[in-house]
């Protein structure tokens, strides 16, 4: 089965929707969609980017919707180890990425670190998601997270019990101001580094979309970050806040996500991240600012990337 698993992933990459699932389980008799997340950790594993711990993780998980998303964990050489992404934290990026309204279990490599299980706070009945810790051997269970943090701070104590949380609709009202003077495109190229068309216009309507989308109910900062490939293909992310702050999952790696998870790029940083161009849609004079990361990560993971920077008034955060 770990073989088919290994197969059946690679063809249809980081989201299963939920026909190809029941295909699946029928293929390999399996009877429940928990087991069949079980089964494809393995390959998760092997699509993992871990080149400074050398450490794959691989999480799988079911969203309410019945499709199964694909988590991995990713590390950039270069840059600071806190611009990592956790599997748990890809996964649920990648939930939001394509809709998903909340995640109900989740097969995963390795037990989650305290930093994941903090992030996964933000969804809502984070207590009663089932986690099965695949590196337990058999007959390991799901067991819910509330097993895992028994005492939680998160958005109940800081937030109205109606609040939006994560995965849930955001619509942050925002209204865009004029281009940021020290991002304009540099002398002798454009900002998009020849690519012709729309791309610019659709960079920023991506970015600003991301924003709009963002959770960022605690510091009131909504953010959005795009990036182009040489195809002119665009991706975004969206800032993703954790009660507890520094498990945040800001806009730019939410935006790899993104990329990574629609297939492309052939892992390790610097290489196979093929960005040309970059958008950063985000609050005029605002506490929390990602330009500076923004401006770092690119340097490293994608140095001829162009970046434009487009401020907004902010009137609410959801």
């Given at each position: ?125 984070a207590a009663d998601i089932q986690i099965l810790v695949t590196s337990d051997g058999p007959g390991s269970a ?126 390790g940083a610097g290489k196979g991240y093929g960005f040309v161009a970059a958008a950063l849609a985000e609050a ?24 434009k920077v487009y401020r907004f008034h902010s009137s609410a955060a959801t």
């Open positions: 089965m770990e073989e088919k698993a290994a197969r059946s992933t690679a063809e249809i990459g980081f989201v299963i929707e939920v026909d190809a699932a029941a295909a699946m389980m029928k293929e390999w008799g399996v009877a429940t969609a928990p087991e069949l997340l079980v089964a494809l950790v393995p390959s998760a594993l092997r699509m993992a980017r871990p080149p400074i711990s050398n450490f794959p993780v691989g999480a799988v998980g079911l969203g309410e919707s019945g499709r199964i998303y694909v988590g991995v964990n990713m590390e950039f050489p270069g840059l600071p180890l806190h611009h990592s992404i956790h599997a748990e934290q890809f996964l649920v990026t990648n939930a939001a990425v394509h809709g998903e309204t909340g995640i109900r279990c989740i097969a995963v490599s390795s037990a989650p670190c305290g930093h994941c299980r903090q992030f996964l706070q933000e969804l809502r009945r799901f067991l819910p997270l509330s097993s895992f943090l028994p005492r939680p701070f998160g958005p109940p104590d800081l937030l109205h019990k109606d609040h939006p949380l994560l995965l849930e609709p955001h619509d942050n009202k925002i209204a865009l101001l004029d281009d940021d003077e020290d991002a304009k495109a540099p002398a002798g190229g454009g900002i998009c580094n020849g690519i012709g068309g729309d791309l610019e216009e659709r960079l920023r309507a991506a970015a600003e979309g991301a924003a709009r989308a963002s959770h960022a109910p605690y510091s009131k900062c909504p953010a959005g970050f795009a990036v182009a490939d040489g195809e002119g293909r665009v991706y975004a992310g969206s800032y993703e806040e954790s009660a507890a702050y520094n498990p945040s999952l800001g806009p730019v790696q939410a935006a790899a996500v993104a990329y990574v998870a629609a297939g492309c790029g052939g892992g005029e004079g605002v506490p929390v600012s990602h330009e500076a990361t923004a401006r770092v990560f690119l340097a490293v993971v994608a140095p001829r990337a162009h970046l």
